[in-house]
Every structure is written in C-alpha cells, then in structure tokens.
C-alpha cells in the first residue's frame, strides 16, 4: 500500500533517487555479485520508483512483482516503467523491460499489504520498499521479518522517514506545525499504529534481535530553490496532517510557505537486512522466479 497520488510520486521521485544511500546501495548490489536472475518483490509499488532505483545496480536477467492495493497507481506505474525502458513489451499479465543491457519482467499485483506483508510464499530472492516502513505499526513489522527470516529473504528499505524536518526561511509556527506533523505521523495508516519518525530505528532493533545482519545509511532530502515545487507540496502536506492532528488551523503558516521556498529537509534512513545463516546467493543460483 502506497497511500500516495501519482503526481505526488512523481514529483518527488528525483529527490528519492538523489538522497538513496549509495552505500546501501552498493551492499544490496555486492549481495547479488554475479547473480544472473533475480526475483524481487516491491511492497507499495507505487509509480515503480524502487524498480527504477535499484534495477540497474542488479543483474542482466530481473523479474520483479509490484504489490500495491491502488490499481491505478499499478497503471501509473507500468506506464512509466515503459517509458523508462529502452524498449517495452506488454503482455496481457506483465511488462518486458530492456534497460540498459538488462531484461527486467515486471507483474502488477493488487494486494493487501496490511493482511500479508509479503503475499506470495517463498516466490523472491529480495524484498524492497521505499517510504513504506514509518507508515506501519510494530506488529506488522515483527510479522515481516518472521516471513523474511523463514524464507532466508533479503530485504532493501529506502526512505523511512526518520522524524527531522525543516524549512528555510524560519517562522513562528515552525515547531508547532511539524510537532502536530510528527504525531500525525503515528497514526493508523491501515498497518495498526504507525511508528513514524520511530520507524527506521525501532525495525533495526527488532531485526538485531532476529540475528539479521545490516547495512544503514542516512537518505535525506536537501532541498533548495531549484527544488521549490516540491517543497510547496511538502509543506501543504505537513499543514494538512498538522491540522487534523491538532485541531488547530496552520492557515497563516500555510500561506507563509506557499510563498516562501528557500530551502528545505528531510530526514530518513536507508537499510538492508539479511537473514540470519545467509550466505548470499551464487552465481550459478536459479532465480525463484523464473524471468
């Protein structure tokens, strides 16, 4: 589940991709060093942005499953996934993807990542997500790593919201705005109680105590004129979920930030987890998927 509008993923998909971590990045693709197929599944597709961050650090022959309860972002997602492509086949069922040298076959799948976090059993050699993590509760991420940890998965989180915001310049309601923001943020988002800004640090511990090994690196949004469309968006989104948490009105604040863009952040984090006992697969593994 992604919970977002296409513009919205579209607009901030070049921030996304500029603050990845690329030394999380660059574990995720020494893990899968000379793997020729890889099956990876995408929870809270969304626009297909991860596919897009990640496929070209993978190997030549992918197939990917995007998981999302909104089929019309799924739509959104396969036709930007094809424009993306150097070429683009449709089948009835999945896209066919050439990028770059690499043949990447992507499904599209309706799903309720609250009931299952990941649907389908045993099917992938890598889980990933971007900005999925702060939106869910503890339970459901104590039900993920127990599916991660009994199908010897791999798993790859970009993006988790870690709590820090700021703009540029400063007004007096900053604080208030953001703090109503930030436990806003801990509402249900249909996952149980969302840990929000809590998110990144509280899923590292449960994996520690899961014997899964990890890789971590800040991801934050720096954002400055150039960037000024996205954050007006970010601060009407922030006034938005400031006042249905609080109750109070942030209309001045709103109105400040609708003319003033200088700068802009936003924290997050960056990880890769590993089973315990995983060894990495070889070059000479099938993918569990066939692509």
């Given at each position: 589940?992604?919970?977002?509008?296409?513009?919205?993923?579209?607009?901030?998909?070049?921030?996304?991709?500029?603050?990845?971590?690329?030394?999380?990045?660059?574990?995720?693709?020494?893990?899968?060093?000379?793997?020729?197929?890889?099956?990876?599944?995408?929870?809270?597709a969304?626009?297909?942005?991860?596919?897009?961050?990640?496929?070209p650090?993978?190997?030549?022959?992918?197939?990917?499953?995007?998981?999302?309860?909104?089929?019309?972002?799924?739509?959104?997602?396969r036709?930007?996934?094809?424009?993306?492509?150097?070429?683009?086949?449709?089948?009835?069922?999945?896209?066919?993807?050439?990028?770059?040298?690499?043949?990447?076959?992507?499904?599209?799948?309706?799903?309720?990542?609250?009931?299952?976090?990941?649907?389908e059993?045993?099917?992938?050699?890598l889980?990933?997500?971007?900005?999925?993590?702060?939106?869910?509760?503890?339970?459901?991420?104590?039900?993920?790593?127990e599916?991660?940890?009994?199908?010897?998965?791999?798993?790859?989180?970009?993006?988790?919201?870690?709590?820090?915001k700021?703009f540029?310049?400063?007004?007096?309601?900053?604080?208030?705005?953001?703090?109503?923001?930030?436990?806003?943020?801990?509402t249900?988002?249909?996952?149980?109680?969302?840990?929000?800004?809590?998110?990144?640090?509280?899923?590292?511990?449960?994996?520690?105590?899961?014997?899964?090994?990890?890789?971590?690196?800040?991801?934050?949004?720096?954002?400055?004129?150039?960037?000024?469309?996205?954050?007006?968006?970010?601060?009407?989104?922030?006034?938005?979920?400031?006042?249905?948490?609080?109750?109070a009105?942030f209309?001045?604040?709103?109105?400040?930030?609708?003319?003033?863009?200088?700068?802009?952040?936003?924290?997050?984090?960056?990880?890769f987890?590993?089973?315990?006992?995983?060894?990495?697969?070889?070059?000479?593994?099938?993918?569990?998927?066939?692509?």
């Amino acid at each position: 589940m992604s919970g977002f509008d296409a513009d919205w993923l579209d607009l901030r998909e070049p921030a996304d991709h500029a603050a990845r971590s690329q030394d999380v990045l660059d574990a995720v693709a020494a893990a899968f060093e000379g793997r020729v197929g890889l099956a990876v599944a995408d929870l809270g597709a969304g626009s297909g942005s991860t596919l897009r961050a990640l496929a070209p650090r993978l190997g030549p022959a992918q197939s990917w499953t995007l998981f999302d309860h909104d089929p019309e972002l799924l739509r959104h997602a396969r036709v930007r996934l094809a424009a993306w492509a150097d070429l683009a086949e449709n089948r009835d069922d999945s896209l066919v993807l050439l990028r770059e040298g690499r043949r990447i076959q992507v499904r599209f799948a309706l799903a309720d990542l609250a009931a299952e976090p990941v649907p389908e059993e045993g099917a992938f050699d890598l889980v990933a997500c971007s900005a999925l993590l702060d939106l869910v509760g503890e339970s459901w991420m104590a039900r993920l790593l127990e599916r991660l940890r009994a199908s010897e998965t791999p798993f790859y989180a970009a993006l988790t919201y870690d709590g820090a915001k700021s703009f540029a310049p400063p007004h007096p309601d900053d604080a208030a705005a953001l703090g109503a923001f930030n436990r806003h943020q801990r509402t249900d988002k249909g996952f149980g109680p969302a840990l929000g800004g809590e998110a990144g640090a509280r899923f590292r511990a449960l994996a520690a105590a899961a014997g899964f090994r990890e890789a971590a690196g800040d991801s934050p949004w720096r954002l400055a004129e150039d960037d000024a469309p996205l954050i007006h968006a970010l601060a009407d989104g922030v006034a938005q979920a400031a006042e249905a948490a609080s109750g109070a009105s942030f209309a001045a604040w709103r109105a400040f930030r609708a003319e003033a863009a200088a700068a802009a952040a936003v924290g997050h984090v960056d990880l890769f987890v590993t089973p315990p006992g995983w060894p990495g697969p070889s070059s000479s593994a099938p993918a569990r998927r066939p692509s």
